[in-house]
């Protein structure tokens, strides 16, 4: 059971046997192939390409040329296509809503969202995932029908019109947009059930200029938190304080080279900081502790950035493996370089499985 917030074709979706799943982030765009064989779902390409620009709203002739290079990258055999879109294009909240049908609820969105997500979307089209309901053996008996937790996602009608043009103007098949938000917990539950099922874990995505802070209480998302750091300061904080290039920067960052260390955890500390914060307001609300902390992301590919996190926040920090339960159908390189790309396709990975 994977979080789907399809935004569009719902319903009508019928089985694909090969996805291409595109993250489409603000400094790499990230892609996979997943193909499903019987029960199995095989991971057989992925792809790594500069984000077409940064920074600026791209138009659909521009990003029809990019999905058809992630296309071509993915070797063109097939046409059905996902998409994750980052935070400044959807907005994701766990909300409560009363026992009605999903289609009601969408309405109810679409009227009181500003009652419901606090903030006034116009032009938004509106979707829901009921989080199903833990057993609560401490529920009073008689406490009435609950509430219904539900997830609720929001994104400019706009962007998706773009994004439908774009597909089709680079010959694909729009399949479903989802919020990037979702992208990890989609592949944790697949990766670590166990887990996922009975332990209080954040799963954390250090993007490039933002990182997402999800609490995830024995299969429930209880907290959603964004924090405005990522790749980008690390680096640009290391060239302020080498007092070299942001190239160069990138560059030693990246290739580790141990005269980084000290430079970088001044940069890493009010991340770790920030993290640690979410964390707490988590445990003081709830009294219960996040357990380990599971990272994603560019960044969770290096050991170093992990282990100054984890001193920073006195909690075990670590990078997880989100295609240890997909059967590789890697060509040789990449089947080479997998296991160390792999925190940085989380993303890809968790919308592929809300199209399937
Ligand atoms: N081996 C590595 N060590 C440290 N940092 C790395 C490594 N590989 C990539 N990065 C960093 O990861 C960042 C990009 O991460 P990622 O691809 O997760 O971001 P994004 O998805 O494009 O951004 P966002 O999620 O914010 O839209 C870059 O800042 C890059 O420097
Ligand atoms: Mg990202």
């Known amino acids: 059971m994977a979080f789907t917030l399809p935004f569009l074709n719902g319903a009508s979706r019928k089985k694909r046997t090969q996805m291409i799943a595109v993250d489409l982030g603000s400094r790499t765009t990230k892609a996979v192939l997943l193909e499903k064989r019987g029960e199995i779902l095989a991971l057989t390409r992925y792809a790594l390409l500069d984000a077409p620009i940064f920074e600026k709203k791209i138009s659909p002739e521009l990003l029809a040329d990019h999905l058809r290079s992630v296309a071509d990258a993915l070797g063109n055999t097939t046409k059905f296509i996902t998409v994750a879109v980052g935070i400044d ?31 006034d979307l116009p032009g938004h089209v509106f979707d829901c995932y009921i989080i199903p309901p833990r057993l609560d053996k401490n529920a009073p008996a008689n406490s009435g029908i609950p509430k219904l937790k539900v997830l609720a996602a929001a994104a400019r009608q706009q962007l998706i019109t773009d994004f439908m043009k774009a597909t089709m103007l680079a010959g ?63 680096t640009q904080g290391l060239a302020d304080s080498m007092g070299i290039s942001y190239a160069e920067a990138e560059g030693i960052k990246v290739g580790m080279a141990p005269e980084v260390e000290a430079g970088l955890q001044s940069q890493v500390i009010p991340l770790g900081r920030e993290i640690r914060a979410s964390l707490d307001f988590f445990e003081h609300q709830n009294d219960r502790p996040v357990s380990q902390v599971y990272v994603s992301g560019g960044s969770a590919r290096s050991e170093m950035i992990l282990q100054m996190l984890h001193q920073e926040m006195l909690v075990e920090c670590k990078t997880w493996n989100p295609t240890g339960f997909l059967q590789l159908a890697l060509p040789g390189q990449q089947a080479v370089e997998v296991d160390h790309i792999g925190p940085q396709l989380t993303v890809a990975v968790g919308a592929a499985l809300a199209a399937f």
């Open 172 to 234: 694909l098949i729009p399949e479903s947009l989802v919020p990037g938000l979702i992208g990890p917990i989609n592949t944790f539950e697949l990766a670590l059930p166990e887990i996922y099922e009975k332990e209080t874990v954040a799963l954390v995505d250090i993007g490039f200029k933002h990182t997402s802070v999800s609490v995830l209480d024995r299969s429930e998302l209880v907290l959603n938190r964004m924090v405005n750091l990522g790749g980008d300061q690390l």
């Open 89 to 119: 294009d959807a907005v994701v909240r766990q909300i409560e809503l009363p026992q009605i049908p999903l289609d009601e609820m969408r309405q109810v969105l679409k009227v009181n969202h500003k009652n419901y997500l606090q903030q």
